[in-house]
């Protein structure tokens, strides 16, 4: 198959010199071009298509094992130089012409012999005819890559070999090319020609190929969906090497090749939101992609009280905790117990018992992150200040003395109307007779 490649030798200042040199001596012009074979082949063909046509021209070719093939040609504008048992590597097109002070030239190889190399399912080099040429998958979807310096033009038809369902027909430039494999195909047929062969009986590359679907891979993502962190970790398991690409909202942010085992891989966030997409690529080109959308959040609910109750000091067995919560609080804990706040205003009011002594009441909220907003308050109760008991006891002893005088005084005069009798006065005792103190004798 014939790869075609543009050798434009209207070179800057080289060419200027070069002309003015060979157009003294004998009116010539010469140019080189390099073109690479990525591996061997048995034999390979060299065609230069020239512009115009010249008088004489002359084509050499040298491989990089220093073989040397070299052609003249009159009045054709075309000329093929063929070469046997071609190594890979570096091939020298050299080309002279006389008539004129530059040369525009395409060149062209045919590459013969096959050479196939396969795992059995995931991976073929079909290099017979089209240079480069090789087919892998991503998720299943077919992928086409080969080497556009020289074949500028595929042509590409996929098949279903089933129902022969045509699932893509079509001619591609630049090197590589994808399409989409329904998920119900088990095999495809892929024929793929450089267009400049196209009409060719027999020319092309034909391959029934199983699609690939899964590697010997996985990633596994945290389950949530927001973090207060600036950074992920993901694990990646991996029986075969791997080599991974990490993409941030479309953007490469890591890559790194893996032997087979366990990993915890740690990339950074790049944003607010962040859609991560993994790349899992085996040896065989072919590869499984893993996405996940992480929201980074690192802003703390915003939590404040009506009134400062830190170093406050309190005879009261109880005390209110009243405030509010904004900023998308998920959760808000008292002394490390969930309680309830209004979920449009963000109020919230508990009444927290105090033992006497230091109390230390404390108010955290927390959002879907993980970021906290805390506020602590250490609260001094006191017992309430007391007399002597001695004190205590004369108040309680005149106060039962003085309702003791006044229900006295109650029944006394309530007997008094009862009776309606004046209390006649008591009647003096009579008087007794003295006695006469006798007289000692003497």
């Known amino acids: 198959m014939k790869h075609n490649t543009i050798l434009n030798l209207l070179y800057a200042p080289f060419v200027f010199l070069a002309v003015m040199l060979f157009s003294f001596v004998s009116n010539a012009a010469s140019a080189s071009k390099t073109i690479n074979l990525w591996q061997g082949y048995n034999t390979v063909e060299f065609t230069v298509t020239f512009e115009d046509e010249y008088e004489t021209h002359t084509v050499k070719v040298t491989s990089p094992d220093g073989q040397v093939a070299e052609k003249d040609s009159t009045g054709f504008d075309s000329c093929?130089?063929?070469?046997?048992?071609?190594?890979?590597?570096?091939?020298?097109?050299?080309?002279?012409?006389?008539?004129?002070?530059?040369?525009?030239?395409?060149?062209?190889?045919?590459?013969?012999?096959?050479?196939?190399?396969?795992?059995?399912?995931?991976?073929?080099?079909?290099?017979?005819?089209?240079?480069?040429?090789?087919?892998?998958?991503?998720?299943?979807?077919?992928?086409?890559?080969?080497?556009?310096?020289?074949?500028?033009?595929?042509?590409?038809?996929?098949?279903?070999?089933?129902?022969?369902?045509?699932?893509?027909?079509?001619?591609?430039?630049?090197?590589?090319?994808?399409?989409?494999?329904?998920?119900?195909?088990?095999?495809?047929?892929?024929?793929a020609v450089?267009?400049?062969?196209?009409?060719?009986?027999?020319?092309?590359?034909?391959?029934?190929?199983?699609p690939v679907r899964s590697i010997n891979a996985n990633v596994t993502f945290p389950e949530e969906e927001i973090t207060n962190r600036n950074d992920l970790n993901f694990d990646l398991s991996c029986a075969s090497p791997v080599t991974i690409y990490v993409y941030d909202n479309g953007s490469q942010i890591y890559t790194n090749s893996y032997e087979s085992g366990d990993y915890t891989v740690n990339v950074m966030l790049s944003g607010v939101n962040n859609t991560i997409s993994v790349y899992v690529e085996d040896e065989n080109l072919n590869a499984v992609t893993y996405s996940y959308y992480v929201v980074k959040d690192v802003v703390a609910p915003t939590l404040t009280l009506s009134e400062r109750l830190d170093g406050t000091e309190t005879?009261?067995?109880?005390?209110?905790?009243?405030?509010?919560?904004?900023?998308g609080a998920d959760k808000l804990l008292l002394?490390?117990?969930?309680?309830?706040?209004?979920?449009?205003?963000?109020?919230?009011?508990?009444?927290?018992?105090?033992?006497?002594?230091t109390n230390s009441v404390s108010?955290?909220?927390?959002?879907?992150?993980?970021?906290?907003?805390?506020?602590?308050?250490?609260?001094?109760?006191?017992?309430?200040?007391?007399?002597?008991?001695?004190?205590?006891?004369?108040?309680?002893?005149?106060?039962?003395?003085?309702?003791?005088?006044?229900?006295?005084?109650?029944?006394k005069k309530s007997k008094s109307l009862?009776?309606?009798?004046?209390?006649?006065a008591p009647e003096p005792e009579p008087e007794q007779p003295k006695k006469k103190k006798k007289k000692k004798v003497k």
């Open 194 to 210: 450089a267009s400049s062969e196209a009409k060719i009986d027999g020319a092309g590359e034909r391959r029934t190929i199983r």
């Open 80 to 191: 093929i130089v063929k070469m046997n048992d071609c190594p890979a590597g570096d091939y020298k097109v050299e080309i002279s012409a006389d008539g004129t002070d530059a040369i525009k030239a395409n060149v062209e190889t045919s590459c013969y012999g096959p050479v196939v190399v396969t795992d059995g399912t995931s991976l073929y080099e079909i290099s017979s005819k089209i240079s480069g040429l090789r087919y892998y998958f991503v998720d299943g979807d077919l992928y086409v890559i080969w080497d556009e310096e020289i074949v500028n033009s595929l042509n590409l038809k996929v098949t279903n070999p089933e129902n022969m369902q045509v699932i893509e027909d079509t001619t591609v430039k630049g090197g590589n090319f994808s399409v989409d494999i329904p998920d119900y195909v088990d095999e495809i047929e892929v024929y």
């Open 315 to 327: 005879t009261a067995e109880t005390i209110d905790v009243i405030g509010y919560v904004t900023g």
């Open 418 to 424: 009862k009776n309606n009798t004046p209390v006649p």
């Open 335 to 357: 002394n490390s117990i969930e309680i309830e706040f209004d979920s449009v205003t963000g109020r919230f009011a508990e009444t927290v018992p105090l033992t006497i002594g």
């Open 363 to 411: 108010i955290c909220a927390v959002d879907d992150a993980g970021n906290e907003s805390t506020i602590i308050s250490v609260i001094t109760r006191t017992e309430p200040k007391t007399t002597s008991k001695y004190i205590k006891y004369l108040k309680y002893a005149g106060i039962l003395l003085v309702i003791a005088v006044i229900v006295f005084a109650i029944v």
